[in-house]
């Protein structure tokens, strides 16, 4: 099952892994509008992105091969069966029990940690600290992958704050899969605007917390599908600026409650979740925020996503990624699509196009150096269509977003392929640059 990142979106958080650090103009990780209630659970799911997605090897005691057989009678050295003579009595356990000490059981778990330090111009510098702990839900189980219960922080110098526990569960020989965290933070950010606005940004603060759960089961052909609900609040706040002529948004000043059901429907056939080199991963996600369930406002939220890996060799993989996004109904400014929050493509300021449809489709080449050392070249196609009831109007509106770029990567963590990676990007309005911990999909 693929986490880490997508939790991000699905928690409307704001791409948190990808601390950019913009030349033009900034790509927030977390400068994204989504609501900073889901910020911390967002950091949360980098610690499952670093963590285990395969079934650790558990070093089973050596059992002494004399007690599994029947004892045999000692053998007199230099004399047979009806000599009295002294002798020395050679015991064949005596030299299996020695071996049975110096084997001992492989510990249940693993402890992670991983201080992620991060470079925003929109959110400044600062470090997320992530502690871990990997292990099998039950050791008899050795289908499930590992599951993962952790803590996760954020700490920046421009004053964003955040926390967020939860975890990961597969139980039953990858019959089910559960998660949920709770978070709770404060984020300052920007938001860019456009007509007459355009070229300026507004500075915002949000703050809030947030409840996440989501129970899978799978149902056959590796597909899972199960229930995901989501509440919390927040409270917007405009930041002392210069700028007089930028909208605010109508949520400012206001405390805001969502909470929503859903669904979710996935399917991984990927060996390896980390650094896959073959496989496909396919998700789609459904959040219905609705007043009769507590929430402010009533929108639905909708996310699909496909990628798909080949191996050309045993250094070089080609990735590809298919991402679409829509929401409907009457949501605040932060429920709707935001582009370049989730590595739809890399080289757009994130908060610079709100939507309510957005898509995009990008290609990776993948090759590992010596040294632990790696490169990528990446490029796509997106846009962004605006809602509205004239089909002509919806056109003239929308964007066509291409952009590529390339990086650098390095190995953290060979037993599981994590790479820190560096990548730089040309988008339309500009270049991106960003860090994070896994590949971008």
Not at 34 to 48: D, G
Not at 398 to 410: I, Y
Request: aromatic residues 12%; contains cysteine.
């Amino acid at each position: 099952m693929k986490t880490g990142e997508k939790i991000i979106w699905e928690l409307k958080a704001a791409g948190l892994l990808e601390n950019p650090k913009t030349g033009r103009r900034p790509e927030p990780l977390t400068e994204s509008v989504h609501r900073v209630l889901f910020l911390c659970v967002a950091l949360f799911s980098i610690s499952l992105s670093c963590f285990g997605q395969e079934n650790p090897q558990f070093e089973e005691p050596l059992v002494s091969r004399a007690s599994q057989t029947t004892p045999v009678s000692p053998r007199i050295q230099g004399q047979d069966t009806q000599s009295n003579a002294p002798a020395k009595v050679i015991t064949p356990a005596q030299p299996a029990a020695k071996t049975e000490k110096k084997k001992k059981v492989g510990g249940r778990g693993t402890f992670v940690v991983a201080p992620l330090p991060i470079s925003s111009p929109a959110i400044g510098s600062g470090i997320v600290p992530v502690l871990g702990y990997i292990f099998p839900f039950s050791i008899k189980d050795k289908v499930s992958p590992p599951s993962t219960i952790g803590v996760a922080g954020l700490v920046t110098n421009n004053g964003s704050r955040g926390f967020a526990v939860g975890g990961q569960l597969f139980l039953k020989e990858n019959t089910y899969e559960v998660t949920s965290g709770f978070a709770r933070g404060n984020v300052d950010y920007n938001i860019y605007g456009n007509g007459i606005a355009s070229g300026l940004k507004l500075p915002l603060q949000q703050t809030g917390q947030a409840f996440f759960g989501e129970v899978l089961r799978r149902v056959g052909w590796k597909f899972f599908v199960g229930p995901r609900f989501i509440t919390g609040r927040s409270f917007v706040t405009v930041r002392p600026t210069s700028v007089s002529n930028f909208p605010i948004p109508p949520e400012a000043g206001l405390h805001t409650n969502l909470t929503s059901i859903g669904v979710r429907l996935t399917r991984d056939t990927r060996p390896n979740h980390f650094y896959p080199i073959g496989g496909t991963f396919f998700t789609f996600t459904s959040d219905f925020f609705s007043q009769a369930l507590g929430s402010k406002y009533s929108f639905q939220s909708y996310r699909t996503e496909f990628d798909k890996y080949l191996s050309l060799s045993t250094r070089q993989v080609l990735a590809y990624d298919a991402y679409f996004c829509a929401t409907g109904g009457q949501p605040p400014f932060y429920g709707n699509c935001i582009y370049g929050t989730s590595n739809e493509l890399r080289g757009y300021t994130a908060g610079r196009y709100f939507t309510r449809y957005s898509l995009a489709t990008q290609l990776e080449y993948r090759l590992v150096l010596p040294k632990r050392f790696g490169l990528v070249a990446f490029g796509g196609l997106g846009g962004t269509i605006p809602g509205g009831s004239q089909l002509l109007q919806r056109v003239q509106t929308s964007h066509f977003l291409p952009a590529g770029g390339g990086g650098l990567r390095f190995e953290l963590s060979k037993k599981y392929h994590v790479n820190l990676r560096a990548d730089i990007a040309e988008g339309r309005d500009g270049h991106t640059f960003g860090m994070g911990v896994g590949e971008a999909f």
